[in-house]
């Protein structure tokens, strides 16, 4: 009950022997911080972000009605098909996708001891205890080492052991162990977890609530269930073009989905991907319950994250290799000291802000290596968003790629994949057309599947004279946001700036 009474507990630390020149004060105290980070989640899972979603999540709408919902975060997106591997590089460093230790800007962009200004290597300069579970892989591993103490693994079972119980676990044990040995030092933990990323197997009682099987026969559909999740309302049988990335996993080869789209396989692996949250869920309330116990939930700033979202369906795809809402953007929710209870923020944040924002929250100099901005402002009703415009990149497949750019309400996604073969641009209003809608998501066995009838203007505009200088406009303002991050290609209308981009680099070929 520190917080409740600040005074009894600094004289008894100090009767007692522990650290102690003066009784700390609630001011006095630096706040712990609880990152949670999951694993491939759109937003549009959880209710806080979609009411229309029939996941339970009573802890995570908890946080939303104790803190800050932001609506418009975002990862800036990957070079690699691997897309966690960037972003999470983002997040412990604070800095651009163009300017990572690993990537195209690796040798020009990046200074060589990154790691010493990540995450843990910061907070444990600053003296926070510093902890993190996490799934294994896929990751910067050279940050990673640096939380003192540290249990990752992957986990993506469908048991206690085997799956989210199990990272729920190692927090829980650590901050048992903290109380059992009365350490005082704040803390940083980095509270990871391997799910709902595939394979998605649930726990047979939460398989058992959406209606979901772990579906394993390559030959067979799964079996139809009302209690699955429907289909999404952006969802379309197949993509209208080639998204450029041929023999993608994510697209061809996940268990349970594989090359297909149809309806029974999409709302079985949903009801999958439900049970995969809910069990999550379940850890966050059983972590926020231990920490209410101990007296530290009101000095602890808790974040919630995923590294970025997932297709499952939505416009005919399946995986995180695309730049559509469902897929760029992240949940993010916050609560803590000073953040008012039940506020929402329109943000613009990148999941590259975490670092500053942790650092900020915490009251730590901000190491000079950080291009991120810290969202505190936000938090604290201060400020409505960071910044006016976000820019995103897909570009793991064929060479340039996708990329996108926001501004306000107005989103322009451009497309060249496949050697030339694919040139697309599309525009979208998303007050208007928030499901970025299709021509496709007009026609009537679509319409069908998904019970949603789009308005004739939610749809791409990029083809309407009336947008034209709208375009012109967005596409030069994603030409500026290329030229300032220092992405290091062009698209096929674009001056190419003499660039002399990156060639793809061939996999090493394997001694037999
Ligand atoms: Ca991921
Ligand atoms: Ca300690």
């Known amino acids: 009950m520190r917080t409740l009474?600040?005074?009894?507990?600094?004289?008894?630390?100090?009767?007692?022997?522990?650290?102690?020149d003066h009784p700390a004060t609630a001011a006095e105290e630096r706040p712990n911080l609880l990152f949670i980070l999951v694993d491939d989640q759109s937003p549009f899972d959880l209710k806080v972000y979609n009411p229309d979603s029939k996941l339970d999540s009573p802890s995570i709408d908890r946080l939303?009605?104790?803190?800050?919902?932001?609506d418009q975060a975002y990862h800036m997106g990957s070079f690699s098909g691997a897309v966690c591997t960037p972003s999470r590089h983002m997040i412990m460093t604070g800095r651009t996708v163009w300017h990572l230790p690993i990537g195209p800007g690796k040798t020009r962009h990046c200074p060589p001891d990154i790691a010493e200004n990540s995450m843990a290597a910061v907070f444990n300069r600053a003296g926070?205890?510093?902890?993190?579970?996490?799934?294994?892989?896929?990751?910067?591993?050279?940050?990673?080492?640096?939380?003192?103490?540290?249990?990752?693994?992957?986990?993506?079972?469908?048991?206690?052991?085997?799956?989210?119980?199990?990272?729920?676990?190692?927090?829980?044990?650590?901050?048992q162990q903290r109380q059992a040995s009365a350490d005082t030092d704040?803390?940083?933990?980095?509270?990871?977890?391997?799910?709902?990323?595939?394979?998605?197997?649930?726990?047979?009682?939460?398989?058992?609530?959406?209606?979901?099987?772990?579906?394993?026969?390559?030959?067979?559909?799964?079996?139809?269930?009302?209690?699955?999740?429907?289909?999404?309302?952006?969802?379309?049988?197949?993509?209208?073009?080639?998204?450029?990335h041929p023999g993608l996993r994510d697209e061809v080869n996940v268990s349970g989905v594989w090359e297909r789209r149809d309806e029974r396989t999409i709302r079985n692996e949903l009801g999958r991907e439900f049970a995969c949250d809910e069990n999550i869920d379940i850890q966050i309330g059983r972590v926020l319950e231990q920490l209410e116990a101990m007296g530290e939930l009101d000095n602890t700033y808790i974040i919630y994250t995923a590294d970025h979202g997932m297709a499952i369906g939505r416009h005919g795809l399946q995986g995180k290799q695309n730049l559509y809402e469902h897929t760029w953007r992240v949940p993010l929710i916050v609560?803590?000291?000073?953040?008012?209870?039940?506020?929402?923020?329109?943000?613009?944040t990148y999941l590259l802000d975490t670092l500053p924002t942790l650092c900020d929250l915490a009251g730590i100099d901000p190491p000079e290596t950080?291009?991120?901005?810290?969202?505190k402002p936000v938090l604290e009703g201060k400020q409505e968003t960071l910044r006016d415009t976000l820019y995103g990149v897909y570009c793991g497949g064929t060479k340039p790629g996708m990329r996108c750019v926001r501004r306000g309400?107005?989103?322009?996604?451009?497309?060249?994949?496949?050697?030339?073969?694919?040139?697309?641009?599309?525009?979208?209003?998303?007050?208007?057309?928030p499901n970025e809608y299709l021509p496709q998501h007009h026609a009537s066995d679509v319409i069908e599947l998904t019970g949603v009838k789009p308005q004739p203007q939610q749809t791409n505009l990029a083809g309407d004279a009336k947008y034209a200088d709208k375009l012109k406009e967005m596409e030069a303002l994603l030409l500026a946001e290329m030229r300032r991050l220092d992405d290091?290609?062009?698209?096929?209308?674009?001056?190419?700036?003499?660039l002399q981009p990156p060639q793809n680099v061939k996999p090493k070929r394997r001694k037999r």
Request: with cysteine.
């Open 409 to 433: 309400d107005w989103k322009l996604i451009k497309y060249d994949v496949l050697n030339g073969q694919v040139h697309e641009t599309q525009l979208f209003n998303l007050a208007e057309n």
């Open 370 to 375: 950080l291009e991120g901005v810290s969202f």
């Open 5 to 20: 009474i600040p005074w009894s507990v600094g004289v008894f630390a100090c009767i007692v022997g522990f650290v102690c």
């Open 488 to 498: 290091p290609y062009r698209l096929w209308d674009q001056p190419d700036d003499g």
């Open 335 to 348: 609560k803590g000291p000073g953040i008012a209870p039940g506020s929402r923020a329109t943000g613009n």
């Open 186 to 244: 704040p803390f940083l933990i980095y509270f990871g977890f391997s799910h709902p990323h595939d394979t998605r197997d649930g726990t047979p009682e939460l398989l058992d609530k959406y209606g979901a099987v772990n579906h394993k026969n390559r030959s067979e559909l799964p079996a139809a269930n009302p209690k699955q999740p429907q289909l999404p309302p952006n969802y379309l049988p197949e993509h209208p073009f080639h998204h450029g």
């Open 64 to 70: 939303a009605s104790e803190g800050m919902t932001i």
């Open 128 to 175: 926070y205890d510093t902890m993190r579970t996490c799934k294994r892989g896929n990751s910067y591993e050279k940050a990673n080492a640096l939380f003192t103490v540290r249990h990752d693994a992957t986990k993506r079972g469908g048991t206690e052991e085997s799956g989210s119980a199990w990272h729920g676990k190692q927090v829980m044990d650590y901050l």
